[in-house]
Structure formats: structure tokens, C-alpha cells
């Protein structure tokens, strides 16, 4: 009996954990901020179990069948926890309080249980032995295996069935204590077959949850252990987001990655080898192929997921002309920041084209130690060019990035170009030496010309250069004033 019990101990802790996991990266997903999130739900989740630690000692009778209950309201609230978040996340909130007390109530009422049958101090030390083990168990499948496996409502639904499961069992491992067991009995099976069928309809569950995030058809939706990644579609026009966030529109996506990449590749004479960081869906590499000179494309991007899709599915392969299939490009599936930093190859072009900085893991990619180690490798007649926001909506996040690249040692090159999806956008051109407009550019572009390129680099007083900080790695000022822009502008 002993070893069952500190098995559900165990699992007990690995549950609670994995509905924290599941909190904070849901709130990163749909909020942004992951620091700050994932600070805020650890905070509640510790206060709220020692609530209901303390809660615990007023629990004086029937202390295994209040621990059944326990489970099985865990098994319910934490199982479609995942669910409920992303169908009402602005209103749902305020159940992860519960489901954080009821966590705290376990242990110590599984101590109180078990403490005829051990010392004091052998029941502390193998509870809490067992407690931690489930916790370090749960801290490393959820990245490694549930949530590119299962997904975060499968996810949620397992450990609520795990949840139910010891119920279920606690009614058998402490039938001496409990003086009917029957109805309990057959309240842990209505509860794992309620969470088995969530289980198996979690796909239609998660496509109902997503379409009041999403305004047009999910034709695919997928959590990588990077990110959550949704395409949808409405008659020709099909949209990436990465985390909720809009990342290219297919309709005017060619204003975007006409305007990222040939302002600066074209004014560089026989550029040999390019560096893509980021731009996991070729369509920056889509434009790079147009130069016939250019012998050697490597592509960092993080998600592997990400460059399969783009490299494999039929309607993506025609936005980006199958790009990533092109022998003269090289995909490496890395962190760019240690990429770069242990990487020893000069490029004539380095492109950097990262999501918008809404958290401290993106915003380390926009910091001066990362633009100074990606300097490192541009060769003598290169530029660098950086995606930096919109000057129009977040006009001191765009020369904030401005002013990271001038104190990186850089001469740096500001533009702007109209893309309907997203209004005003920005770029930042880079390099140790001046930057003279080209004379000419790939035939067949549907939107740059060599006419209008002066005009790109004129900002009219909206959008005026202002004096802003660097963004340092160890303070990243960047995704403050960025979450500040976008909230008065959503405001």
C-alpha cells in the first residue's frame, strides 16, 4: 500500500504541474508577454496551494473520501482547463484560482491519511521525495513530448483522466476509511468516460475554441514545441499566426518581402551567399532566388515544423514558389542567437526577419550583443537588413531597433512601406559602409521599383526619427515599449 500511495503522490504533483505548463503557455499564446505570465501563474499557483494547505487543517473528518472528491473535481477543472481558456480566456481566468487551491488541498490531506502507518518523518521525506520527482516528470514532457505530440487540450485532458484514475484507485487503496465506496465508484467512471470523451474529441473541441480567436476558416493548427501555428483561409487569401499573431497575408505578403529583401541585396555588387534568420516560410528565400548570382542561401529558423509545412504542403509550396526545395538553399533547424554566435561564415546578405519583439525570448533577437555577433559576419561590401515593426503604430519600438543597430557599430539605413494587412511597416538597412540606392532590380517584381525606392526612405513627421534607448540583453527596454505602443493602440 505504501508505494501506491506515494505513486499517487507522484502523479498528483505531475497533474498539478502540467495545469500550471498549460496556464502559462495558453496565456503567452493568446496575451503575449511569456515573462510575465508565466511569473504571474507560478505566483498565483504557489499562493493558491498554500491556500489550500491551509484550508487543509480544517478538514478533520472523512479525510480519504474528501481526497476522491478532490481528484475527481481536479480531473474535471484541470482536464478542461486547456478548453476553457481558449474559449473564454478573458472570463475563465479567475477558475485557475480554484483549481490551484483544490492542488494544495492534496498533499497534505494524503500526509494526514498515510500518518498512522509512518514516522513523521518518513512521511515527509518520501511525500515530498515523490512530489518533486512528478513535478521534474511533468516539467520535461511537456515541451519534449505532450505538447507537440498532444497538443495543449489533449494535454490537459490526460492528466485530467490521470486525475480521475486515482480517484478511482484511492477508493480501493483506502476502502478501510471510506464507508461507501460504490457511489464514488461510479462517479470516477462518469468522470473518466467525460474526460475520455473530451480526449477524443479534442480536435473538434480545439477547432470550436480557435474560431473565436480566428476570424476567417482554420485550415491548420498545430503546438510545436516552439510556438502554436494556425493558417486559415478565406477565398484566395491565406494568413499565418504564430501565437495569435499575424505574420503575412497572402494577398499583399510580396509588398512585405519585396520591400525586406531587394532595397538592399540589389545594391550589393554579385552578392554570392545569404543568411535568412528566421523567415521559416521561404518567402523571403522566394525573393532571393531572383538573382542568379547568388550561389548559396542558409536559412536558421527554430521550428522545424515550421519549414516542413512550407517546404511540403501544396498551397504553402505555391505562395513560396517551393523555395525551400531549391538546391541553393540550406535549412538549419537552431536558435539563431547560439547559431550565430558559434557560426564562422561570412555572407554578402543577412536577412533578419523575426516575429515582432512580444517577449523577452523574441526580444533578446533584437538586442545590441545579437545585431554586434551578426555584424561579425557580414563581409566586407555587406548589408543587413531587420524587420522592426511598424514607425506608424509603434513608432518607438521601430527607432528604438534603429538605435540598437546604430550602437552595435553600424550605419544604419530606415525605410517604411505600405502593406494592407498590417498599415505603415518597417525596416532598418545596416552595414559598416554607405548605402547608395541600386540602378536596377530582378525583372517581374509586382511592387518595388528602382523609381520609388528614394521615396521609401523619407518619413514624414508622424513617423519622425525620436530619440530612444538601446535595447540591452540584460534589460531588453524593447518589449516594454513595444507592448506599450501596441496597448495605445488597441486602446
Known amino acids: 500500500m505504501g508505494l501506491l500511495v506515494f505513486i499517487s503522490v507522484l502523479l498528483v504533483a505531475a497533474c498539478g504541474l502540467i495545469y500550471e505548463l498549460v496556464a502559462g503557455t495558453l496565456a503567452s499564446y493568446l496575451v503575449g508577454d511569456s515573462v510575465f505570465q508565466f511569473s504571474t501563474i507560478i505566483g498565483t499557483y504557489l499562493f493558491a496551494m498554500g491556500i489550500g494547505s491551509a484550508l487543509s487543517r480544517y478538514v478533520n473528518r472523512g479525510l480519504a473520501y474528501r481526497f476522491v472528491w478532490i481528484e475527481l473535481l481536479l480531473g474535471i477543472v484541470g482536464g478542461f482547463s486547456s478548453a476553457l481558456l481558449m474559449l473564454a480566456f478573458a472570463f475563465t481566468q479567475g477558475f485557475e484560482l ?18 498512522d502507518r509512518y514516522q513523521f518523518r518518513d512521511v515527509i ?20 513530448l505532450l505538447v507537440p505530440r498532444l497538443g495543449l487540450v489533449r494535454s ?9 484514475a486515482v480517484a478511482l484507485w484511492s477508493t480501493f487503496l483506502f476502502a478501510n476509511q ?31 475554441a480557435e474560431d473565436n480567436i480566428y476570424a476567417d476558416e482554420i485550415i491548420f493548427a498545430r503546438d510545436t514545441r516552439y510556438q502554436h501555428l ?3 483561409r478565406f477565398k484566395d487569401d491565406l494568413r499565418l499566426f504564430l501565437n495569435s499573431h499575424l505574420q503575412f497575408s497572402s494577398r499583399d505578403e510580396y509588398r512585405y518581402h519585396e520591400a525586406l529583401v531587394h532595397p538592399g541585396l540589389a545594391a550589393i555588387p554579385a552578392p554570392r551567399r ?3 534568420l528566421g523567415g521559416g516560410d521561404g518567402l523571403a528565400v522566394r525573393e532571393i532566388l531572383k538573382y542568379p548570382l547568388v550561389e548559396s542561401i542558409t536559412l536558421v529558423d527554430l521550428d522545424p515544423e515550421m519549414t516542413r509545412i512550407f517546404s511540403s504542403n501544396p498551397m504553402l509550396t505555391r505562395l513560396n514558389a517551393s523555395s525551400l526545395l531549391s538546391p541553393r538553399v540550406h535549412v538549419i533547424n537552431a536558435d539563431a542567437f547560439p547559431w550565430v554566435a558559434s557560426n564562422a561564415d561570412n555572407f554578402d546578405f543577412i536577412v533578419i526577419d523575426f516575429p515582432d519583439p512580444t517577449n523577452y525570448s523574441l526580444g533578446k533577437l533584437y538586442t545590441t550583443a545579437f545585431y554586434r555577433a551578426v555584424a561579425r559576419h557580414l563581409s566586407a561590401q555587406g548589408f543587413m ?17 534603429a538605435q540598437t543597430l546604430k550602437q552595435s557599430g553600424l ?36 511592387f518595388v521599383s528602382v523609381d520609388d525606392l528614394p521615396a521609401l526612405f523619407q518619413f514624414p513627421p508622424d513617423m519622425a526619427p525620436l530619440s530612444m534607448p538601446a535595447n540591452q540583453l540584460n534589460s531588453q527596454i524593447l518589449v516594454r515599449t513595444y507592448e506599450n505602443d501596441w496597448k495605445d493602440i488597441s486602446h
Open 385 to 401: 537588413v531587420v524587420q522592426s515593426t511598424s514607425p506608424m503604430f509603434a513608432r518607438d519600438s521601430f527607432w528604438c531597433i
Open 274 to 276: 545569404v543568411l535568412i
Open 125 to 144: 521525506a518520501h511525500v515530498l521525495t515523490f512530489d518533486y520527482l512528478g513535478a521534474l516528470g511533468a516539467s520535461l514532457l511537456f515541451p519534449i
Open 178 to 208: 471510506l464507508s461507501a465506496t460504490r457511489g464514488l465508484r461510479v462517479a470516477c467512471l462518469l468522470v473518466l468516460f467525460g474526460l475520455g470523451t473530451g480526449f477524443a474529441e479534442a480536435k473538434r473541441i480545439t477547432a470550436t
Open 411 to 446: 550605419q544604419t539605413f530606415p525605410y517604411h512601406v505600405y502593406v494592407p494587412s498590417f498599415g505603415e511597416w518597417g525596416f532598418v538597412l545596416a552595414g559598416t559602409h554607405e548605402y547608395l540606392p541600386p540602378k536596377s532590380l530582378p525583372t517581374g517584381l509586382r
Open 156 to 164: 490537459a485532458m490526460l492528466f485530467g483522466l490521470i486525475n480521475a
Open 230 to 232: 494556425v493558417l486559415t
Open 98 to 115: 480554484i483549481l490551484y487551491v483544490l492542488v494544495g488541498l492534496e498533499i497534505p490531506l494524503l500526509m494526514r491519511i498515510v500518518k
